[in-house]
């Protein structure tokens, strides 16, 4: 059962626009959430992470948006830079999971020039 | 100066063989997970040890067995390998894992592609 899902398995957009990657979940008990970026043939690097406790998170050119109700979080980057090609994995984790963090599927982040 | 280093990269070996990975990360951290991406890409948990004692160990078959020689090594040896292994198995730390705050980070190393032919 998929308790992060990512549905968009790709997106493409032009540089200097935004991007926005989309997250759902299904555990009531997640209560913190990551955001991973991975180049190939590296492992995820840690990029952005919210509180349930908060609704937004903003780290430069990166900020996270979290919808407790809708269980829906969301990764915006503006602007958008072809150095930011790569995969973008979401993940959430709570005590009810013994802070086992679960993965979605990724979605690969294309950004042309 | 590499935070998480993992030992091969690309390991190629025959079905039945016995493999092993290491797993090394100078940041001084106490928690240390071995996790599997599929065919299907998912990132799942296998395994977590904190301070050498192990702390999450999510159903996997008993061919895979970790061990923590000390708290900065977590090494992952797989016996009689079978063609489903395949996978990239991504060794990765944290601070504190499950005895800290939901916070707690986890930096991963750069994977290890296995296949099993």
């Known amino acids: 059962d998929q308790q992060v899902k990512q549905n968009s398995p790709s997106l493409s957009v032009q540089e200097g626009r935004i991007s926005i990657l989309n997250c759902d979940y299904t555990n009531s008990m997640f209560d913190y959430f990551l955001w991973y970026k991975k180049y190939p043939a590296e492992g995820p690097t840690f990029l952005i992470s919210?509180?349930?406790?908060?609704d937004k998170n903003e780290d430069g050119r990166f900020t996270v948006f979290l919808n407790k109700s809708a269980k829906h979080l969301s990764l915006h980057i503006v602007p958008s830079q072809p150095g930011d090609s790569a995969v973008y994995f979401c993940a959430a984790k709570g005590r009810g999971s013994n802070y086992k963090l679960t993965f979605g599927k990724g979605t690969l982040l294309t950004v042309n020039p | 100066d590499t935070a998480v280093s993992q030992t091969p990269k690309y390991l190629v070996t025959q079905m039945g063989n016995d493999k092993s990975i290491k797993c090394e990360q100078n940041?001084?951290?106490?928690?240390m997970y071995w996790y599997k991406q599929d065919s299907k890409k998912f990132l799942k948990i296998m395994f977590s040890y904190n301070n050498k004692e192990l702390i999450i160990n999510e159903t996997v078959p008993n061919r895979f067995s970790p061990k923590s020689p000390d708290k900065a090594h977590l090494n992952l040896h797989i016996n009689s390998l079978e063609l489903g292994d395949s996978a990239v198995y991504f060794c990765a730390s944290s601070q504190e894992g499950w005895r800290g705050a939901v916070t707690d980070t986890q930096y991963f190393g750069p994977g290890t592609r296995l296949t099993v032919l």
């Open positions: 919210i509180s349930s406790i908060k």
């Open positions: 940041l001084g951290h106490d928690t």
